[in-house]
T-cell receptor, first 115, second 111 residues
Framework: DTAVSQTPKYLVTQMGNDKSIKCEQN?????MYWYKQDSKKFLKIMFS???????INETVPNRFSPKSPDKAHLNLHINSLELGDSAVYFC??????????????FGPGTRLTVL | AQTVTQSQPEMSVQEAETVTLSCTYD???????LFWYKQPPSRQMILVIRQEAYKQQNATENRFSVNFQKAAKSFSLKISDSQLGDAAMYFC????????FGAGTTVTVRA
C-alpha cells in the first residue's frame, strides 16, 4: 500500500496551459503539504493544509491554488503555466502541525515540464 | 526565517567506510526538530533519522547516527559501513510547524 500517492508522476505541457496534480494519503494524517523542488534540487514548502484548512501559504504566485476536498486529499492546480514552473512537486503528510514531533511522509513526486 | 546550511555539495566514500555530512541551522527557538532525508535517483524522499531538540542524546538508526550540538546549532549525519545503496542526495531539515531544507549533499559510494 502506498502511503502518499501522487498522480501523475510525469507531466509535460505547453506554456499557458492549466494543469492539476493530485495527492492522496492513506495514513489517516490531518496535515498535508505541497513542496517544490527546483532544478538545483532545492526544496521549498508551498502550502500546508490541516483538516482541509489552509495553514501555510508561502510566497507562491496566485496561479497556484491548492484544494483539499477532504483531509486525505490535497490537489494542486496551476493556471497559465510558465517555463519557471518546471520542477518536481512533492506532496507530503503528517499527523498534525501543531505538534512539533510530527514526521512528514513524502509522495513520489510529480515532474512537471513546461515547454 | 530559519536557514539550514549544508556546506558540502558533494561527498565521496569508499564502500564499508564512514562519511560525515555537516549541517548547521539558524533559529531563535528552543523547541524544534531536525531531520535528515535521503533522496536516491528514484527521487523518493526517505526519512533517515530525526532528532528532538530537547533531547541531549544523539539519535541513531542502524548505521546512521547524528552529532547534535544545540549550542553550536550543528547537526551532522554519520553514515557508517557505507553501502552502495547509500548513494543519494541527503537533505538536512529543520522543523517547527514547517520543514526548511538545506541545499543537499550528494553522496557517492565507491565500490
Amino acid at each position: 500500500d502506498t502511503a502518499v500517492s501522487q498522480t501523475p508522476k510525469y507531466l509535460v505541457t505547453q506554456m499557458g496551459n492549466d494543469k492539476s496534480i493530485k495527492c492522496e494519503q492513506n495514513l489517516g494524517h490531518d496535515t498535508m503539504y505541497w513542496y517544490k523542488q527546483d532544478s538545483k534540487k532545492f526544496l521549498k514548502i508551498m502550502f500546508s493544509y490541516n483538516n482541509k484548512e489552509l495553514i501555510i501559504n508561502e510566497t507562491v504566485p496566485n496561479r497556484f491554488s491548492p484544494k483539499s476536498p477532504d483531509k486525505a486529499h490535497l490537489n494542486l492546480h496551476i493556471n497559465s503555466l510558465e517555463l519557471g514552473d518546471s520542477a518536481v512537486y512533492f506532496c507530503a503528510s503528517s499527523q498534525g502541525w501543531d505538534r512539533v514531533a510530527d514526521t512528514q511522509y513524502f509522495g513520489p513526486g510529480t515532474r512537471l515540464t513546461v515547454l | 526565517a530559519q536557514t539550514v546550511t549544508q556546506s558540502q555539495p558533494e561527498m565521496s566514500v569508499q564502500e564499508a567506510e564512514t562519511v560525515t555530512l555537516s549541517c548547521t541551522y539558524d533559529t531563535s527557538e528552543s523547541d524544534y526538530y531536525l531531520f535528515w532525508y535521503k533522496q536516491p535517483p528514484s527521487r523518493q524522499m526517505i526519512l533517515v533519522i530525526r532528532q528532538e531538540a530537547y533531547k541531549q542524546q544523539n539519535a541513531t538508526e542502524n548505521r546512521f547516527s547524528v552529532n547534535f550540538q544545540k549550542a553550536a546549532k550543528s547537526f551532522s549525519l554519520k553514515i557508517s559501513d557505507s553501502q552502495l545503496g547509500d548513494a543519494a542526495m541527503y537533505f538536512c531539515a529543520y522543523y517547527r510547524h514547517k520543514l526548511s531544507f538545506g541545499a543537499g549533499t550528494t553522496v557517492t559510494v565507491r565500490a
